[in-house]
């Protein structure tokens, strides 16, 4: 089950674009320092092999015995797989907790209390470490840093006595973690860090407990929800009629969708670069529906038009794509004092440059340019070249 949290300005139109990612963790252990052995914490570092039933342990807590240990766990996972341009709204983690004596434990107590951070270093240049290193830089990356959830305590089963431990914990981080994920994806790794809240003892107050918990490593899951980039999509553009009079109506429709659900501030087409003609809802909803607007236009011979908006989010998007550079051909208006019966007598058809002037030359003596062969019921397009 995937928990989503939504920060301000997220509406449930957004969620039906919403793209859910599940990740099992790829790196995963804990450095462990011994008090006063001489040497830095000892890094237990393992490259994570997707069966939690052959997984090396996080231990998390503090042994209070003749010498004193700490121990801090570490969990990193790739995030490639999440594209770079998608915006993160909510991230949580999943642990799958021990049984106790499953490993040699070092804790009086079977529970403790955590909270949970962010890991700077990437964990592979430690990995994998069964001990064979001794350097703080992860232990004291998994106890600084953004903090993303705290105050959890944390208990161990009693007893193996299920196929596997009988509790998972799944934890939702706060926003800060949702940045840190969102920075993080361009480098494709996001590590977090674990360690008992007062090392030093309950929280300051009684220096002598000993607990901690362990986590099952490689069942350690990322859960990542995400919104892909705010992409509007105008397509099937229209002028109806495509052919007409100087003075008579057209009307030019776009079909607007975004899938974040966002509203359109405008949607605007512009003819011949300079009227720009704001269209209105015609059908469908806000979102989702058919714009358009009738116009009367004036001009004789060939006009052009594109499209353009911008929604709420203050995205832009054109029709063509890269208008105003190209644009759509249509409509084409005729003098408004010819008649069909002038233009096409016994099958005749009369011809026009792309300014709209008839040209009273047989097809053979057009010099080179575009030209529109305007028939009865249709019209087409020439390009002379000689």
């Known amino acids: ?21 599940v990740l099992q963790c790829s790196i995963y252990g804990y450095s462990y320092d011994v008090n006063n052995d001489g040497d830095p914490s000892w890094i237990y570092s393992y490259y994570s092999n997707y069966n939690p039933n052959t997984s090396y342990p996080i231990m998390v807590g503090i042994d209070k015995d003749w010498s004193d240990e700490w121990s801090r766990g570490h969990i990193q996972w790739d995030i490639s797989s999440i594209p770079d341009t998608n915006t993160i709204i909510s991230v949580g983690i999943r642990l799958l907790v021990a049984y106790r004596s499953q490993w040699d434990d ?5 529970g403790t209390w955590i909270e949970i951070r962010d890991m700077i270093q990437d964990q592979g240049y430690w990995t994998p470490s069964n001990g064979d290193y001794a350097d703080y830089t992860l232990y004291n990356d998994a106890g600084n840093g953004n903090k993303y959830a705290d105050s959890l305590f944390i208990s161990m089963d009693p007893t193996y006595n299920v196929y596997y431990p009988s509790d998972t914990t799944f934890l939702l981080l706060n926003n800060l973690a949702v940045q840190d994920l969102q920075n993080a994806l361009s480098r494709d790794w996001f590590g977090i860090g674990l360690h008992r809240i007062g090392e030093g003892g309950d929280g300051g107050s009684n220096p002598d407990v000993d607990e901690g918990v362990n986590f099952f490593g490689s069942a350690s899951y990322l859960y990542v929800s995400t919104l892909p980039p705010d992409n509007i999509i105008l397509s099937s553009p229209d002028v109806y009629p495509d052919t007409g009079y100087v003075n008579s109506e057209f ?26 003609l704001k269209l209105t809802l015609l059908s469908g909803y806000a979102y989702d529906g058919v714009y358009g607007k009738k116009i009367t236009l004036l001009g004789e011979g060939l006009h052009r038009y594109y499209f353009w908006t911008i929604n709420t989010n203050e995205t832009v998007k054109y029709y063509p794509e890269n208008a105003p550079a190209e644009q759509i051909e249509g409509p084409f208006l005729l003098p408004s004092g010819i008649s069909e019966n002038d233009i096409e007598k016994k099958g005749e058809s009369i011809i026009f440059d792309i300014t709209g002037r008839i040209m009273k030359c047989d097809i053979k003596e057009l010099p080179n340019g575009i030209y529109f062969i305007k028939s009865k019921n249709n019209i087409r397009k020439i390009n002379v070249i000689k």
């Open 106 to 110: 070092e804790w009086d107590n079977n």
């Open 1 to 21: 089950m995937i928990i989503i949290f939504l920060s301000t300005g997220y509406n449930a139109l957004h969620l039906k674009s919403r793209v859910d990612f």
């Open 251 to 276: 009307s030019f429709t776009i079909h607007y969708y975004d899938g974040w659900g966002y509203e359109p501030c405008s949607v605007m087409c512009v003819i011949d670069d300079t009227i720009k």
